[in-house]
């Protein structure tokens, strides 16, 4: 089916909800601290981490834990609450070329992210797609996105 009209959003800087980041602690990473294990994740230091766990920010198993030198265990669900930021801005626009009971076919514009990121977790095709999914009913939840070209997306 053809839909032949285009979906604007509101652009605007707002805060975003925050996001949860979830990791499974393996066997190799059991007995490291909480700051050690979250150190790899290097867009913050060591002493950030560090802060982001002592402000009760860090889960593990469901429970907060603030003290950063908290060592972890195999199988631990290990959970990082980040607060919310401003998203840097992205056009939220698409433009629905087909949709039918197995894909849907979109024109993006330039700018506009397809999946989240570190920076954009609102402002992705992804998320326009969820705020849309009452008018695609009939497909399946999972998405499986695939660009082929510079601005057409299939999902």
């Known amino acids: 089916e053809y839909m032949g009209e285009t979906k604007l959003f509101c652009l605007r800087m707002e805060l975003n909800q925050g996001r949860v980041y979830v990791d499974v602690v393996k066997k190799g990473e059991s007995g490291q601290t ?6 790899r ?5 060591e002493s950030e981490w560090s802060d982001h766990i002592q402000s009760g920010h860090v889960f ?6 603030a003290n950063p030198f908290h060592q972890i265990g195999v199988r631990n669900v290990l959970e990082y609450h980040r607060p919310p930021w401003l998203e840097p801005v992205a056009p939220l626009s698409i433009d629905i070329l087909h949709f039918d009971e197995h894909f849907v076919v979109i024109n993006k514009p330039s700018g506009l992210p397809v999946l989240p990121s570190e920076n954009y977790y ?9 705020q849309l999914r009452h008018r695609f009913t009939q497909l399946s939840h999972r998405y499986h996105i695939t660009s082929i070209s510079h601005h057409i997306d299939i999902c």
């Not at 593990?60 to 834990?65: H, P, R």
């Open 34 to 39: 909480l700051v050690q294990f979250y150190s």
């Open 41 to 45: 994740y290097n867009h913050s230091t």
């Open 60 to 65: 593990v198993d469901k429970v907060v834990v």
């Open 122 to 130: 609102r402002f992705t095709v992804l998320s326009v797609l969820e």
